[in-house]
């Protein structure tokens, strides 16, 4: 299974951006999927995760201008960032919760990480 994120860049603060994670592989079902950011010297944060468009989360930092959404037919999760912010500033990884055959137990992947800049 991999994961294998894409949508990173530089922005102008206020500006959007929007990142995509698909899963590949050897998949037969997955659950929660998310994305995850670390800035430079900092510990890696939760940025938002969803199960369905019912049931997502957001970090406090990130409500009302980041929205995440998932393609189940596409295993692929996206985030929408707008407004963004010099704060924003991190490396982007998706994270899920998948499960490679009728037989295993659900085991948590990472993709690689995007860089997201936000710069004037």
């Known amino acids: 299974v991999q994961l294998q994120a894409s949508g990173g860049g530089l922005v102008r603060p206020g500006g959007s951006l929007r990142l995509s994670c698909a899963a590949s592989?050897?998949?037969?079902?997955?659950?929660?999927m998310g994305w995850y950011r670390q800035a430079p010297g900092k510990q890696r944060e939760l940025v938002a995760g969803?199960?369905?468009?019912?049931?997502?989360n957001y970090a406090d930092s990130v409500k009302g201008r980041f929205t995440i959404s998932r393609d189940s037919a596409k295993n692929t999760v996206y985030l929408q960032m707008n407004s963004l912010e010099p704060e924003d500033t991190a490396v982007y990884y998706c994270?899920?919760?998948?499960?490679?055959?009728?037989?295993?137990?659900?085991?948590?992947?990472w993709g690689q990480g995007t860089l997201v800049t936000v710069s004037s």
């Open positions: 994270n899920a919760d998948i499960r490679p055959t009728i037989a295993s137990i659900p085991l948590n992947y």
């Open positions: 969803i199960i369905s468009s019912a049931s997502t």
């Open positions: 592989g050897s998949i037969f079902s997955i659950r929660e």
